[in-house]
């Protein structure tokens, strides 16, 4: 069974500039949740996606937001980027339900200059 | 507020020693805890996870331990092993939603 699969692995954008992140979950797993990494933060919740539809979400600013798709394969999109944006984004996928492991994909290593 | 502390950034054991790692939280509507393990350029690896109703869950050389009174987990690793060398999150849940809680992570370094 394939992993979670995030694109792009690397990315370098500009200040101002959009930005549009994909993750493909594991085959079977409805619920796909983004979280942002950086040295000062550790690992924060951006959002949750179930079915289509946003569950939960984090503490973040309107610039960030997502969405998924009906084969369950979502997207995240951080626009207006500022350099504090600079982190190692990671996706992760499990099955519904309370307690349910979550698989992490490699992540997207995204530097704004 | 964090709600996840590990409040100790690094660790460093001689190989087949006993690694401890140890985690506390605030947050009393946690019911799931789980650990992950994580090397640089990676995702978090799954490693163990306990429920709040369980006060130890084993798993070969991994057993994590709760205490809820004390709000308070640990991971133990015996015997610890250079590979094991990685950062390691402690990470909650709480009933019902499946957004993870973690801590900042700490650094094992097992030593051959």
């Known amino acids: 069974k394939a992993g979670v699969t995030q694109t792009p692995r690397y990315l370098i954008k500009t200040r101002g500039q959009q930005v549009t992140l994909s993750c493909s979950p594991i085959s079977g797993h409805r619920s796909v949740s983004w979280y942002q990494q950086t040295p000062g933060q550790g690992l924060q919740f951006l959002f949750e996606y179930f079915s289509e539809t946003q569950r939960n979400k984090g503490n973040f600013p309107g610039r960030f937001s997502g969405r998924q798709f009906s084969n369950s394969r979502s997207e995240m999109n951080v626009s207006t980027l500022e350099l504090g944006d600079s982190a190692l984004y990671l996706c992760a996928s499990s099955l519904e339900g309370t307690g349910s492991r979550a698989f992490f994909g490699q992540g997207t290593r995204l530097t704004v200059v | ?112």
């Not at chain 2, 001689?14 to 605030?26: A, F, V």
């Not at chain 2, 996870?49 to 994590?64: H, P």
């Open chain 2, 1 to 112: 507020d964090q709600q996840v502390k590990q409040n100790s950034p690094s660790l460093s054991v001689q190989e087949g020693r006993i690694s401890i790692l140890n985690c506390d939280y605030t947050n009393s509507m946690f019911d799931y805890f789980l650990w992950y393990k994580k090397y640089p350029a990676e995702g978090p690896t799954f490693l163990i996870s306990i429920s709040s109703i369980k006060d130890k869950n084993e798993d070969g050389r991994f057993t994590v331990f709760l205490n809820k009174s004390a709000k308070h987990l640990s991971l133990h690793i015996v015997p610890s092993q250079p590979g094991d060398s990685a950062v390691y999150f402690c990470a909650a849940i709480q009933g019902g939603s499946e957004k993870l809680v973690f801590g900042k992570g700490m650094k094992l370094t097992v030593n051959p």
